[in-house]
């Protein structure tokens, strides 16, 4: 078996940048010696924990330091640089390595409508480009793509982040990340029930939206709130999250015995229970036991509230499992982005209290949503037919 090398490489931004780099060249020179086959550094313009914006000049710094490990870039940003450069640079690179370098790039858009233009020359492709052009294919694959994005995104860096930038130790970042494997654990048994079901109503959409961005504004900045307005030593976070976490998991165990018998009050309770607990953090945050039950009674609201909105989509469309789903995800994302622009935008001038209230606010909007359409709502059917059972739901 031969072992491989990639670093992207993550480090506290307020390191000093000469010695991040002079651990990141030691790393690679240990990997040779250590008789490791291949070694890969990433490349980032942008973000600050990742300090590496040219791998291929890193690359160069290896040149006479290692002696049989092939080096190579994870990836040279193409789009930034003009091809035929990148070609020359690599050339003299391979030829200074001789033959040890290996490139990599990343031609984004460019390998996309090579991609596009091939399967529509060919009479028979393999994946027809036209298909994305109807709405329900196309819709669903672009929200399938995000989630996708997102989902694999987020677990490739996640682990780095919190060891390397936030300082947690093994064992508290994987704490940090048990709710959400135990959270898998609950749904996914009852995934080929709710896969029977399928449907969705405008108001699940308005409501999971205005729910994403009433949690997301408060649980984006949830660490400054914990650390600057009640008080916590960082070492109390991992703890902390593991219990919203794991009140989530209860709160999911708990909504899912009353989603036949109460659909709409299914939805009602949570979002009740998260604006009040996002209150209760705004008046009594600064008092610590309080918090540690608030905080439960928001992951407990959230994530109920995500299953009740959910099965209630698969209620009361049936026929339009692509629709349904991509406007549920596409509300949930809308307020998740809107969540966390507005906490970014009252964080550097009002501090972390008021992020509570405003979620607080969002949250109990997306009460009145649902409670004004199951009192008076028409119960219309995705498709435009009507819901006859609506009104048996509504209670």
């Not at 291929?56 to 990836?75: H, N, P, R």
């Not at 969705?200 to 504004?217: D, I, K, Q, S, T």
Request: charged share 15%; net charge positive.
């Amino acid at each position: 078996m031969k072992l491989g090398y990639f670093t992207m490489p993550v480090h506290p931004p307020a390191r000093s940048y000469v010695e991040t780099l002079k651990e990141d060249r030691e790393a690679f020179i240990l990997a040779d010696r250590l008789g490791y086959s291949e070694g890969y550094c990433g490349e980032h313009l942008t973000d600050a924990a990742e300090n590496i914006p040219n791998s291929m000049m890193f690359v160069a710094t290896l040149l006479g330091v290692t002696s049989q490990m092939k080096v190579g870039t994870a990836v040279v940003n193409l789009p930034h640089s003009h091809p035929v450069v990148v070609a020359s640079n690599a050339a003299m690179l391979d030829n200074l390595f001789e033959g040890r370098f290996i490139l990599g790039i990343g031609a984004g858009v460019l390998v996309l409508a090579g991609f596009v233009r091939f399967e529509l020359a060919r009479r028979d492709p393999m994946l027809d480009p036209r298909l994305f052009a109807r709405r329900g294919f196309g819709v669903g694959s672009l929200s399938l793509t995000l989630q996708f994005f997102a989902q694999f995104g987020f677990l490739f860096v996640i682990l780095q982040y919190l060891q390397f930038v936030l300082g947690y130790s093994p064992l508290e970042a994987g704490l940090a990340l048990l709710p959400m494997a135990l959270m898998l654990m609950a749904i996914s048994p009852r995934a080929p029930r709710l896969a029977r079901r399928l449907g969705v109503r405008v108001v699940g959409a308005v409501g999971l939206a205005l729910m994403g961005a009433g949690f997301l504004v408060f649980t984006t900045y949830v660490t400054p709130f914990l650390l600057d307005v009640s008080g916590f030593a960082a070492s109390a976070l991992p703890p902390l999250l593991f219990v919203s976490g794991a009140a989530g998991i209860v709160g999911t165990v708990a909504v899912a015995r009353t989603l036949d018998s109460r659909p709409v009050g299914s939805l009602l309770a949570p979002l009740g229970v998260g604006a009040a607990s996002l209150l209760g953090l705004y008046l009594v945050g600064a008092v610590r036991p309080a918090t540690v039950l608030l905080l439960a009674g928001v992951g407990l609201g959230y994530a109920a509230f995500a299953t009740a909105v959910q099965s209630r989509m698969l209620q009361v469309a049936p026929g339009s499992t692509d629709l349904a789903s991509a406007g549920v995800s596409t509300a949930f994302n809308a307020g998740i982005a809107a969540g966390s622009l507005l906490g970014g935008a009252l964080l550097p001038g009002s501090g972390a209290r008021p992020l509570a209230l405003a979620g607080a606010v969002l949250v109990a909007l997306a009460l009145v949503t649902v409670a004004v359409d199951a009192r008076w709502g028409r119960g219309l059917r995705v498709d435009g037919s009507p819901d006859l059972d609506g009104a048996a739901d509504r209670r």
